[in-house]
């Protein structure tokens, strides 16, 4: 398995391009599904998990074409005739959000059978509210033997979902399938994130009536058919956020470009706060510190537009060389603090008490072998290595794959030392 191994201690100078949003890409190619037509994504990220998803839609009837156009990377999701309706086990396992596929097999062929995706490193992650939605559009769910089963033999029909708590996932899924029942669906305490305003974007390319995304109440007004359409992803806002986490700690000045500032306030305001003096440019932002030591601030994550739970760790990595305490809250997941004993092997001080981190800044870190169970917590500790003195050697480098492209090289094109150790090259491995 390959490894990443980063010598810390230079600053960052440069520009690093922002790739186009993952968590936006996989439910954007979910719609693909939605119509017999050719849906085109340009600004895709190629990323083992759009690949991944790549080969389900494949089993699914898909024809996946990925090439480079004028605008950069794109791929065509083009589904003429869904062939089967069956997401095993096996795929939707290895990657939660291939569960999403369930909503339009629905919608386009009236049954689908989808395997639960189970529990995974950051949280039990139930998808009860997912399915709670598609019976009130009127699916019929029986769960066995670790699959959902879904019949709508005369196709979904438009209600009023109103959501206990505020979900992404469950409000993108509700979304899909709406998009062809009949009538109108009012989904209430929607989900904010810019990734819904993308995918109701695309869906409305194709032909779907979608008002308010972006706001907690989404109307759809649901459409007979959809048709082929090109939309182009919005930018990875926790790819952002996590570079600017990566800049402030290494020193220096670094541009992130093909972005937007305003997808990741709170953290700009957060780090402004810190002292990290953060500019705001046409195409996203310019992040430098000149050595003074940053301030510990507080943060506690919340849905969109509060702190993402997917910078917390990133932006812990950057307190734990800020100049007294940082009280981290995480609201989201319960369990997401798996970066916290990795980034202690470095030399952190930090304590956890229930969903409540308290670090307290050192003056220095020091390179490590590190690992940890997911994505977010992986490049929080590569932030950290940035930082570190000697080398940082990161395992279990798929975890990072799987959302950050071209990692290595966007980092040292601004002069980090960080190279990736292919498994062949031997070592210890996790
Ligand atoms: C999405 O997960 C993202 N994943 C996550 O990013 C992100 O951390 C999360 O939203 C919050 O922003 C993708 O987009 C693929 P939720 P999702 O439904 O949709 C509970 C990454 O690293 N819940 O908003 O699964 C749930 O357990 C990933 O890119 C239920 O109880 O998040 C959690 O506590 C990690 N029942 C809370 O709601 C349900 O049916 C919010 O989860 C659904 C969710």
Known sequence: MDRIAITGGRPLEGEIPISGAKNSAIKLMAASLLTDAPLRLTNMPRLADTRFLGRLLE?????????????????????????????????????????????????????AKVSLPGGCAIGARPVDLHLKALEALGATIDLHEGYVYAQAPRGLKGATIKFPFVSVGATEHTLLAAVLADGETVLENAACEPEITDLADCLIAMGAKVEGAGTPTIRVMG??????????????????????????????????????????????????????????????????????????VDIETEPYPGFATDLQAPFMALMTLADGESVIRETIFENRFMHVPELTRLGADI?????????????????AQVMATDLRASISLVIAG???????????????????????QKLSACGAQIRRIRGSEGGDED
């Open 59 to 111: 089993r699914l009837g898909a024809r996946v074409v990925e090439l480079e156009g004028d605008q950069g990377a794109e791929t065509i999701l083009h589904t003429p005739e869904i062939v089967s309706a069956l997401a095993p086990y096996d795929l939707v396992r290895q990657m939660r959000a291939s569960f999403n596929v369930l909503g339009p097999l629905i919608a386009r062929t009236g049954q």
């Open 351 to 367: 304590s956890v008490q229930g969903g409540e981190a308290r670090v307290r800044g050192v003056a220095g870190l020091t390179g």
């Open 386 to 408: 940035l930082a570190a003195k000697g080398e940082t050697v990161v395992n279990r480098v798929y975890h990072l794959d799987r959302g950050f492209e071209r990692l290595e």
């Open 223 to 296: 459409v007979a058919k959809l048709h082929g359409a090109t939309h182009r992803v919005v930018p990875d806002r926790i790819e952002t956020g996590a570079f600017a986490c990566a800049a402030a700690i290494a020193g220096g000045e670094v541009t992130l470009t093909n972005t937007r500032a305003d997808y990741i306030r709170a953290l700009v305001d957060k780090m402004t706060a810190a002292g990290v003096e953060i500019t705001e440019t046409n195409d996203g932002l310019t992040i430098k510190r000149n050595g003074a030591r940053l301030k510990g």
